[in-house]
């Protein structure tokens, strides 16, 4: 049996240090729901256990001048019950929504969804459309990178050994008040997704002002689809657009085959649960759809 040294620090400073000593042998925990197994598994080789939950200042979501503040401990269960969060960017409260089950909700982090980096994780999708911002420390540095260049490959992000995330950040934006979250998987709860997509829509005088576009489990890692992005910027919304930009999503998207769907019909998948989620928005903008 594995034996491990657990610290539990009150303040970031400490964790930067442990981490800046111990490096590779340290690993930090959050709602553990990916640690616990992985240590069961044995794939995890670091011997310090860094447990970061008492720590109140990377807690909380807040307003921040003209941007909104996600602590990376914030549990998939307050992206639900938050003001902010449930009344303003929807596209976030439905992807936590959809989140494995109360019990799990209630203790997995939203900074630990981010760094295990799975191609399935559900809530770097609607961060992804927010266009999020991750703030990132060490003892030696401090640096901010787009979540669209977070991440490197399948469980790979950029952070390095000594560094961790302190903080999420998005624009509080017009085209983010107006974001939609689909996620399709085998059953209706404690499901891995089989592929998601978030749209955020910004619509003026019919055409479409901005538009992001994210998808899930249907590449190496969670991916912003800027080709159908590009497409449909400044274009006058029509069924026939629509039907382009479903080519393109199922175009750009790069899945693979495994035990829960084919590529087929994730390609497949991922262009319908696009134009759903397009719609949706876009009906509420304008109303000329002929389904
Ligand atoms: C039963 C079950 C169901 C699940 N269902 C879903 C689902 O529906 N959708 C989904 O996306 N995922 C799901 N997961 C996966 C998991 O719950 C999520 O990825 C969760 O968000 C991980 O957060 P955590 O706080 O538990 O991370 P932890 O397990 O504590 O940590 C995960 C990783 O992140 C690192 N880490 C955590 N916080 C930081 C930080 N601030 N800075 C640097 N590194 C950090 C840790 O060192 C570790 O490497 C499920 C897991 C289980 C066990």
Redesign the pocket.
Known sequence: MSLFKYISPKTKDEVLEILQKEKSNA?????????L?NIRDKEIKAKVLID?TNIEQ?KGIYQKEDKIFLG?LTT?NELIYSDITSKEYKVLTQAAQE??DPL?RN???I???L??A?P????AIPLLTLDALIKIESTRDKREVKLKDFFVGPGETI?QDDE??VGIEFEQSDVNKNGYFIKIGQRKA?A?SIATVAVNLEVRQNKINQIRIAAGSVAPTPVRLTGAESFLKNKEINDKLVEEAIDRVREEVKPISDIRASEEYRRYISGLLFKRAFKKLADSSIHQFTN
């Open positions: 690993c930090i925990v959050a709602g553990c729901s990916n640690v197994p970061i990377l990376p998939i989140f494995a799990v203790t997995a982090t900074g630990g969804n760094v295990t799975s399935a994780a559900d809530i952070l961790m995330i404690m891995i």
